[in-house]
């Protein structure tokens, strides 16, 4: 069975940070493309960021470039996104997404994951 699970939510001001980490597990399951998501009240789910199996290429929302990273650690089945700089706007449920596929282009879809996290909340205050 794989499992995504999140960690590293909570609550900061704003300006502040977080760091949120996302472990993968499972017998025969090796994530290749990883991507975090968010989904805010009454919004739609969006994609924050996406890394490649190499780490080669990385997908960044315009929203949060220049604030946010996404990391990888392949021998530790670990995807980070770290979150500098937050704004309240970024507050949300942030959920990590896994692909069993490499594909040339990181996928910027929910479709194009096959397995999810529960997802961990990120709150900013003003």
């Known amino acids: 069975q794989v499992q995504l699970v999140e960690s590293g939510g909570g609550l900061v001001q704003a300006g502040g940070s977080l760091r949120l980490s996302c472990a993968a597990s499972g017998r025969t399951f090796r994530p290749k493309d990883m991507g975090w998501f968010r989904q805010a009240p009454g919004k739609e789910r969006e994609i924050v960021a996406a890394?490649?199996?190499?780490?080669?290429?990385?997908y960044l929302a315009d929203s949060v470039k220049g604030r946010f990273t996404i990391s990888r650690d392949n021998a530790k089945n670990t995807v980070v996104l770290q979150m500098n700089g937050l704004k309240p706007e970024d507050t949300a449920v942030y959920y990590c997404a896994g692909s069993p596929f490499s594909r040339g282009i990181v996928p910027r879809s929910s479709e194009l994951y096959d397995y999810w996290g529960q997802g961990t909340q990120v709150t900013v205050s003003p």
């Open positions: 890394i490649s199996w190499s780490g080669g290429e990385i």
